[in-house]
């Protein structure tokens, strides 16, 4: 193993550009918060930023970082409180999406990144889209993996559940909603749901999710965000002037069998966007684990078409 470390370090001086796929690991601060964050490739490559949903981290794009970073310098953070960001408590931190994208957005200046296309997954599309409006002469591009912008994209499920917290936050709701959401299994089936080989799907996914979730305060952390949801879903509107107004391209790729955030949804953006186009898998909820070497190639090919690259 040592021999193959040094060889490929004798490569990489030999042949500029080779050690471009490998991933790099990092922190910057931001206010005190240490935020962790995944690299790969050239900066003087265009830039693509990667959001990442709930209740995952920058880990769920780990193959794609790599898959892309040959032609493009990738980089994708964890929110505080979410992967190997720093988790202050519910009392120190106040978990809405704002403050959410606020941080990320400060990330994104602090290392000197102006001009990206975006990857918004679930929650990826909510602190996306806030830095998308907030500087919309930033953004070259949207690439949309089951990240919704659309009321009629919310599965019936999932705004039950959310209606029902905003509605009365008792103990007994709380209660209700960790039980099926946030326990072992509740985590593993929204990896496993409407996927075409569950058996495939790579259980370190749910693993991590599991093991952060038992952190003292991620109950907590988690149902404010629940909550703060519905300030979302009021943005939608805003979010939908904003793609009528800049059309930025769109690429949507979507898992067609999710269960929360629905096909109508991946369909509702060419309504709006008049660059879009609409790539639907038969693979749920992360259309990564199961499509991501097509994705990959969709996203290098629908870049590059933009002259993108």
Known sequence: MRLLTIAALFLSLLIPG????????GYETIDDLKIFF?????????????FHGFPSSSHQYRNLIEDLSEDYYVIAPDYPGFGASDFPAPEEFDYTFDNLADVVDTFLEQRGLTE??????????????????????????????????????????????????????????????????????ALQWQYIHGTRNPDAINPDNWLLDIERM????????????????????????????????????????????????TEAGAEAYARDAE???????????????????????????FLAERDIR
């Open 18 to 25: 080779i050690a471009s796929a490998e991933t790099r690991y």
């Open 38 to 50: 995944r690299e790969a490739g050239d900066r003087s490559n265009p830039t693509i930023v990667m």
């Open 116 to 185: 990206y296309a975006l990857v918004l997954h679930d929650y990826g599309a909510p602190v996306g889209f806030r830095i998308a409006t907030e500087h919309p002469e930033r953004v070259t591009a949207l690439l949309v993996q089951n990240g919704n912008a659309y009321v009629e994209g919310v599965s019936a499920d999932a705004s039950g559940m959310l209606e029902a917290l905003w509605q009365n936050r008792t103990p007994e709701l709380e209660q209700n909603i960790i039980a099926n959401a946030f326990s072992a299994s």
């Open 214 to 261: 038992q952190r003292p305060g991620q109950h907590e952390m988690h149902l404010n965000l629940f909550e703060d949801y519905k300030s979302s879903i009021e943005a939608y509107p805003a979010w939908q002037e904003y793609l009528r107004e800049h059309q930025p391209p769109v690429l949507v790729t979507w898992g067609r069998n999710d269960a929360f955030f």
């Open 275 to 301: 660059d879009a186009k609409i790539v639907l898998y038969d693979t749920g909820h992360w259309p990564l684990e199961e499509n991501g070497a097509e994705i990959a190639t969709e996203i290098r090919s």
